[in-house]
């Protein structure tokens, strides 16, 4: 990228230089570079100096304040804290970035940039610090993933496979997934007082537990729509006369839509006949065998809240 380029365009929104490309064409100008990033990386198609200051003037207060020049920059995002050594160092490059923009638009030295101070020196006059990692990131890490690299290169079902998810900031997005779920897990066991093996194993029954169950309600789903397909107008249709005489006292039942279904009656049916209430029959109560049988009818209440298997 060229000298003073991304601080006015990688500012004022987010932008992660993923697979390179996003540079100037050769013999554009910044102006045209500027309406073709904008239009193609964040889909804003015209903007101006006091557009730009207004979108960084977070307090509305009309003036940028060494906090709000910080977030032009990002300074304070993740991808440029990875960038600095420590706190300390961190500190000393927002320290350098806000006493270099204030130096440049600051005119009266009151440690602020007003609106007419950024108009009078343009929005070429702040600085690039892309060699220090200020890149003007905004959003969170999800956010700027999709911005700028899924809805880039994963838009179309062709390129979000499994297979297509191979670039280093694929990798690197997932990596960061499963150490959150891992440190979930961990969480998890040290509260139930149980092994992380053990945590991992309940974790994938409940999950294929609630797969099952979901199968189940959508296998019902299409055995009722292929039925009202079937017969349209209830069950009483072959009764009909053939010549549609006598319509009026026919009796229609009307199949209820699957979105206004009681959550009972979509799934209080599945799997009762193994499944039976608590207390009923010789075996007496019984430990649960499932994560969702701890809310049944009857469940004894030291079922419901307890920490770990062996507290009872």
Do not use: C
């Amino acid at each position: 990228m060229k000298g003073l380029l991304a601080a006015s365009l990688l500012s004022l929104y987010p932008f992660v230089a993923a697979h390179g490309g996003h540079g100037p064409d050769s013999g554009e100008t910044i102006q045209q570079y500027a309406r073709r990033h904008m239009a193609t990386e964040h889909h804003i198609a015209d903007f101006d100096i006091r557009s730009f200051f207004q979108l960084h003037d977070l307090n509305r207060d009309g003036y940028w304040s060494r906090e709000e020049i910080e977030a032009i920059y990002g300074v304070h995002h993740i991808y440029s804290q990875k960038k600095s050594k420590d706190d300390e160092e961190h500190q000393k490059k927002a320290d350098h970035i806000t006493s270099k923009v204030l130096g440049i638009l600051d005119r009266d030295n009151d440690g602020m940039v007003s609106a007419k101070e950024f108009q009078k020196a343009g929005m070429d006059a702040l600085p690039n610090f892309d060699d220090l990692g200020a890149e003007g990131h905004h959003y969170d890490v999800e956010s700027e993933f999709f911005l700028h690299h899924e809805e880039q290169f994963h838009s179309t079902p062709e390129t979000q496979t499994d297979e297509s998810y191979n670039h280093p900031e694929d990798i690197e997005h997932f990596a960061h997934h499963e150490a959150i779920e891992s440190s979930e897990i961990k969480k998890e066991a040290a509260y139930q007082g149980i092994s992380v093996e053990e945590a991992v194993h309940i974790q994938e029954d409940a999950a294929k537990d609630a797969q099952r169950q979901y199968d189940e309600y959508q296998k019902k789903l299409r055995e009722e729509a292929k039925g009202a397909r079937e017969d349209p107008e209830g069950t009483d249709a072959g009764k009909r006369d053939p010549e549609g005489a006598g319509m009026e006292g026919m009796k229609v039942n009307r199949v209820t839509k699957p979105e206004k279904l009681d959550p009972a009656s979509k799934f209080g049916s599945l799997n009762k006949e193994d499944r039976a209430e608590w207390g009923a029959g010789d075996e007496g109560y019984k430990a649960p065998k499932a994560p969702g049988d701890r809310i049944r009818k009857n469940a004894p209440y030291k079922y419901k809240f307890r920490r770990s298997w062996g507290d009872f």
